[in-house]
């Protein structure tokens, strides 16, 4: 079984600022997904980037970026001038890989999330 | 449009009564899941289907049951059984094998008096 980890309950920066979120995982899987999803106040869970574990490249998506290290099984977020919009739960979450093996069958293993606070 | 409706989205019940919650979408997707979310603990798997007429347990099952008749529907139904009911909870569907994304719908509130 994976498990994830998240370990800032809660952050808090100012606008326009850039803020980085932690995430570790434990797992024995060697192909996998990660996944960065946002939950603003509407409680609607928004994917916000996803990492193929077998390419050494970092994802970006606009401000968003991952800072991926497999050996380290580390999965930090960042978000680069902070907007009031991105105020939201985020949570970091896992998936198995591969169709033989019924990877990704069983879903989404998710961590217990950090609360992310824009200040204006 | 694609998507995913849950319903209803504030649903309240009294101790010891059962309680369905809806899940339904359009998009032609072959697996369908079940999520609890509580304050503080993330989102937990509470049952899954990969295909009609056939669903799994996830992590935390015990009180819930499910059904996957057709391919676009998957209720939930939370028995008497469940000791804590009361949570937030959300459905979510996969395309398939080798889909590597969730769609999820806006969720449910359940809250029992």
């Known amino acids: 079984a994976q498990t994830v980890t998240q370990s800032q309950p809660e952050m808090s920066v100012q606008e326009a600022e850039t803020v980085t979120l932690s995430c570790t995982y434990d797992t024995s899987e060697n192909n996998y997904y990660l996944f960065w999803y946002k939950q603003p106040p509407s409680r609607q869970m928004i994917l916000v980037i996803r990492?193929?574990?077998?390419?050494?490249q970092n994802a970006t998506e606009n401000r968003f970026s991952v800072n991926f290290q497999k050996a380290a099984k580390s999965f930090s977020l960042k978000i680069s001038d902070s907007q009031l919009g991105d105020t939201a739960m985020y949570f970091c979450a896992f998936m198995k890989h591969g169709v033989g093996s019924g990877g990704g069958a069983d879903g989404l293993t998710f961590g217990k999330g950090t609360h992310l606070i824009i200040q204006p | 449009d694609g998507g995913i409706t849950q319903s209803p989205k504030y649903l309240f019940r009294k101790e010891g009564q059962n309680v369905t919650l809806s899940c339904e979408q359009n998009?032609?997707?072959?697996?369908m899941y079940w999520y609890r979310q509580d304050p503080g603990q993330g989102l937990r798997l509470i049952y899954y289907?990969?295909?009609?007429?056939?669903?799994q347990k996830g992590d935390i099952a015990e009180g819930y049951s499910v059904s996957r008749e057709k391919k676009e529907s998957f209720p939930l139904t939370v028995t008497s059984a469940q000791k804590n009911p009361t949570a937030f909870y959300l459905c979510?569907?996969?395309?398939?094998?080798?889909?590597?994304?969730?769609?999820f719908g806006a969720g449910s509130r359940l809250t029992v008096l």
């Open positions: 979510a569907s996969r395309r398939g094998a080798g889909a590597n994304v969730l769609t």
């Open positions: 990492q193929e574990a077998y390419k050494q």
């Open positions: 289907s990969q295909i009609v007429n056939d669903f």
């Open positions: 998009l032609n997707h072959d697996a």
